[in-house]
């Protein structure tokens, strides 16, 4: 008794636990423990007639049908935890194991117990029917307790299962051997089999108490899994229960064993030991397999760890700035489209802020690209620390960035753009060198400067250029922009393609030597046709390409175009005179002028001494700087000329340090001498003192034959203006000389 109750507490225990958390599986331990309360009734019963009675109690009576009652029950838990846990594939995987086991089983109680009890029926109906009821039932028990253990062997918990399965089996061994006892007429109380049941139903409590202890240890998931190990285990024990029942019938029957027989028993030992030879070596090839298996899941994982990596790096470099870690072009783009969908939704403003870097041509040109990167990555640091924490800061290209600002109103974006403007007033720390550059800020909001994001960052764009034309290091929000700044922007997009365009071309106006009216030199002067806006002056658009940083290129094509004309020129027979080249301030402190200056002599084939090179007094403020470049070039023998003398912040002292050949008269001072007696003084003196440094003095803008004589009678050595020539294509030029 001791035993079932301490078995029905732990069962219904392992219920209630289960039921809380809605655990499918409670209602195979509720079911368990409803088949031990008729269990238990039987027990009471047997014992009331059998121990207080003292009398073998009624056959059939109570007791049986309440035994019966309980396997029933079971047998139904038993099914219920099969459809929990069983998979048809596992049911063909172990069909043969299982028949084999079962068939064997039958056999040996058939042959022990069934066969005896079929002889001997009572013709009773009920008395008959308990007593084939037991051996049926528990035939049926243990062929769902053998189909439980086969199918879980791999389970998660197949130690939960062994508890259930071993619980069963003592119960079934235990009947089955008092039914064979009774049957011979051995069976008394405190036979060795009367320990069975109660290890049965505490192994069945056991189960319970374990099952608990694992959900407590959280070893067990909520649905219950098998491995997803491809190894199929092995099981051996069929081959030793068929060893063992074909020596039960060997022996059983060896007084009528016939020739026929031993040599059927004999082929069938050999097939035996043949399959089971077979079974080790597919055992070994399974292992194998499975090592083979489990090392390209490895490499297959290494690969696919590599392949991600990959496409995060693709990934990275498509939408972020190589060199400031910064969002790009597309991925500010992409997220601009949905900033603007949530703003409509929430209906709130959005802003863009548009910025370019003042002055920063000059450090890139000058101080070389890698000093220029490590400004943009200092750049963009501080960008980023002056931004609210969800404000994105991108990288367009070059020296432009974009800023975009969700949520704010125009309080908070001036805010943010006088904290930029602030952060830039210091210098930028750069191999040891300081550094100073502004900031150009254009600013537009959404919805009120564009609806879409195109027009919203065009806004903020031309807003950047008006930040510009306000004197630079200010930002500006974007109004309806000026008819100035519209077309400043179009210059700026037309230089980017005037060369591959062919739209640039040179003219040339020729240098007159004002005693011997030759021509004694030639200067090439640059000319934009643009498609639109047709010839564009000199006057504007060279400051919109020394700003963009476009002179470089452009003043490479110049020189290049303007020594290959005049050597083809020498090439004709045609005076061989001097080729004078304007120089500008950025390309001449650009850090490979003097190679370039080479590169092009070498490629056009004209000799150094024809080749003029016109600068202007703006580079008097590095005197250092300048005379160390002169210098260099006058080792291979280019002249030099200072152009527009007079205008600028050089004096003729000044001029004298360095290795200056010529000095331009600006045109200014020329054309007022007739009328302004104090310039006429003063070209005067620019010649007098000029020729005491031993200088050649050019006149530029004579327009007329008064003007002429004037600069004769003060000794000028050149005069070059629309009296000799206009400046004109290479094909009027020759008409010149031919004259």
Known sequence: MIGIAMSLIWVLNTYLTLDKDRDKDSYFWLLLGIGIVPYGIAFINWAYYFLYLGINPPYPG??????????????????????????????????FDISIFIIVTIALIWDLLLSNILLNLSGDILTDFVGVAYPVLNLSLLFITVLVYFTTRNHNNKSLFTFISLGFIFQ??????YVNHSLNSRYEYGDIIDPFWNVTLLLKGAAGLYRLQIKKSSVLVEKENFLNSTEVSSDKSAFALIAYFMCYVFFSYFEDLTFLRFSFYTVFTLMMIRQFFVLSQKEKSMEQLNSLSKSLEVQIQNKTKDLQHALIQVNTMAKFDNLTGLPNRYKFNER?????????????????????????????????????????????????NSVRKNDLVARLGGDEFVILLEGIDKNEVTEVAQRIIDEFAQPFSIKSKEFFTTTSIGISLFPSDGNNAEDIVSAADKAMYSAKERGKNNYQFYCIV????????????????????????????????????????MEALLRWVHPELGIVSPDEFIPVAEESGLIIPIGKWVLHTACKQYKDWHSLGYPHSKMAINVSTYQFRDPNFIKDIKLILKETGLQPEFLELEITENLMKDIAQTRRILTELKKFRVSISIDDFGTGYSSLGILNELPIDRIKIDQMFVNNMLTNSKNKALVKSIIEMGKNL????VAEGIENKEQEMILKNLNCNIGQGYLYSPPVPEKEIVKIFNL
């Open 172 to 177: 079934i061994s235990g009947d089955l051997i």
């Open 482 to 521: 000026s008819d100035k700044i519209n077309r400043k922007m179009l210059l700026e997009e037309g230089l980017r393609g005037a060369i591959n365009n062919k739209e640039l071309l040179l003219h040339y106006q020729p240098q007159i030597d004002l005693n011997s009216m030759q021509i004694v030199g």
């Open 694 to 697: 031993d200088f050649e003095i």
């Open 336 to 384: 601009l489209r949905k900033s603007i969908e949530r703003s409509r939704v929430n209906k709130k403003n959005l802003a863009i802020m548009f910025l370019d870097l003042d002055r920063f041509k000059i450090i890139n040109d000058t101080m070389g690209h890698d000093t220029g990167d490590l400004l943009l990555v200092e750049v963009s640091n501080r960008l980023k």
């Open 62 to 95: 109570s007791a049986d049908y309440f035994w019966l009652l309980a396997y029933f029950i079971w047998i139904i838990a038993l099914i219920y935890k099969l459809i929990l846990v069983i998979k048809k594939s596992e049911i063909i995987q172990y069909l």
